[in-house]
Each structure stands twice: as structure tokens, then as C-alpha cells.
T-cell receptor, first 113, second 114 residues
Framework: DAKTTQPTSMDCAEGRAANLPCNHS???????VYWYRQIHSQGPQYIIH???NNETNEMASLIITEDRKSSTLILPHATLRDTAVYYC??????????????FGKGTKLSVKP | DTAVSQTPKYLVTQMGNDKSIKCEQN?????MYWYKQDSKKFLKIMFS???????INETVPNRFSPKSPDKAHLNLHINSLELGDSAVYFC?????????????FGPGTRLTVT
């Protein structure tokens, strides 16, 4: 089972920042927070991941709380092409089954003009 | 060039048939995966395959068998297809099974069993 909880859906106005929350209160010390998204009918796409520090790349920023029990994915300037289901996943760093991605239901983000 | 490719994109077949879905990655990765996304959009890991080590999700029926002729290919063979096998199947790859590497997904194969 997924170790994360996310809102089922969110709306965001085009050009505004989209802030997607995720709770992972049972996260272990060696587990990372990953974000993937799935645009309609496509394969999932990696966005970003982090352990405890905030992370930023060309796609998004990841803010992880100090206690690591929750995080927020930020899309700074959402576009219509960012409409997708966003998955927050907790994953261990070791191989085998611990390294598998366990997808939950995700958050359906709708970016509106 | 497509990093992870799957064939066919669509597959319609009848119950009881045997079919295969092919996956190829040109990223030089060591680890490949198969996922199943059902009609309710839940995406679940089926197999991961790393350097000839196969890790199987316990919920996968033994009618499903992954076959890896080489590191760049991981095919999925399904025997005696059932209606419940209808789903979208995604292949993915990553450099290694451990570490913090991201997974790259293919475009999916939509299987419809009638």
C-alpha cells in the first residue's frame, strides 16, 4: 500500500503557482520522497525527489518539512500542459522490493485558463 | 530517439489466448520493470528485473512471465488471457535497482481482452 496521502484533486489558474501537498507521516529515515506525474494516456514522468533538504530543478521545487512527515510540490508557473495526475511516493534507497515505486491515487491537478 | 519503447501500443485479443508485449530501452540501464494500470487508474508494480534477478509482486498470477533476452529488453508474456487482464501495461527502466535513480516509463500498451 502507498505510504502517502494526497488530496484527490486540485485546480490552479494558468500562470499561477500550483502547490501540491503530500502527507507521509510514517516515512523512515532512509526513505526518499519522489514526485511523478502522469499526463493523460502517457507513461508516468519523473519530476523531482528529496530526502530532507528542499530541492529545485527545471520542472519544480520540493519543500519537505523538518520532521519529514509532509512535503509540497511547487510548480512555479503552471501551464495547461501541467494538467495531470501527480503522485507523491515514498521509496527506499536500496534495491529489491524496497526500491519499487508504490503509486497511490495521486492528485489530479487541473490547470485552467 | 525514444528512451523506453513498447510494442504494440494497442492489443485486442480473446480470452484464453497467449500474447506478448515487448519493451526495449536504449538508456543502458540495468533494471527494468513492468507495471499494470487498471480501469480505476491504479498503477501497480508487477515485476522488476535487475541483472537476471527477478523480483515478483506476489499478487501477480503465474500466467504472467517476464522474459529478458538481454539487458535492453524485458518482454511480458501472458498465458490464458482473462477479462481481468484488460489494462494498460507500462514498462520502465532505471540505471540500477537501488540508489535514488528515477525510473523512465514507456508509453504503455493498452490490452483489451474480449
Amino acid at each position: 500500500d502507498a505510504k502517502t496521502t494526497q488530496p484527490t484533486s486540485m485546480d490552479c489558474a494558468e500562470g499561477r503557482a500550483a502547490n501540491l501537498p503530500c502527507n507521509h507521516s510514517t516515512i523512515s529515515g532512509n526513505e526518499y520522497v519522489y514526485w511523478y506525474r502522469q499526463i493523460h494516456s502517457q507513461g508516468p514522468q519523473y519530476i523531482i525527489h528529496g530526502l530532507k533538504n528542499n530541492e529545485t530543478n527545471e520542472m519544480a521545487s520540493l519543500i519537505i518539512t523538518e520532521d519529514r512527515k509532509s512535503s509540497t510540490l511547487i510548480l512555479p508557473h503552471a501551464t495547461l500542459r501541467d494538467t495531470a495526475v501527480y503522485y507523491c511516493i515514498v521509496r527506499g534507497e536500496y534495491g529489491g522490493s524496497q526500491g519499487n515505486l508504490i503509486f497511490g491515487k495521486g492528485t489530479k491537478l487541473s490547470v485552467k485558463p | 530517439d525514444t528512451a523506453v519503447s513498447q510494442t504494440p501500443k494497442y492489443l485486442v485479443t480473446q480470452m484464453g489466448n497467449d500474447k506478448s508485449i515487448k519493451c526495449e530501452q536504449n538508456l543502458g540501464h540495468d533494471t527494468m520493470y513492468w507495471y499494470k494500470q487498471d480501469s480505476k487508474k491504479f498503477l501497480k508494480i508487477m515485476f522488476s528485473y535487475n541483472n537476471k534477478e527477478l523480483i515478483i509482486n506476489e499478487t501477480v498470477p503465474n500466467r504472467f512471465s517476464p522474459k529478458s533476452p538481454d539487458k535492453a529488453h524485458l518482454n511480458l508474456h501472458i498465458n490464458s488471457l482473462e477479462l481481468g487482464d484488460s489494462a494498460v501495461y507500462f514498462c520502465a527502466s532505471s540505471p540500477y535497482s537501488g540508489g535514488t535513480y528515477e525510473q523512465y516509463f514507456g508509453p504503455g500498451t493498452r490490452l483489451t481482452v474480449t
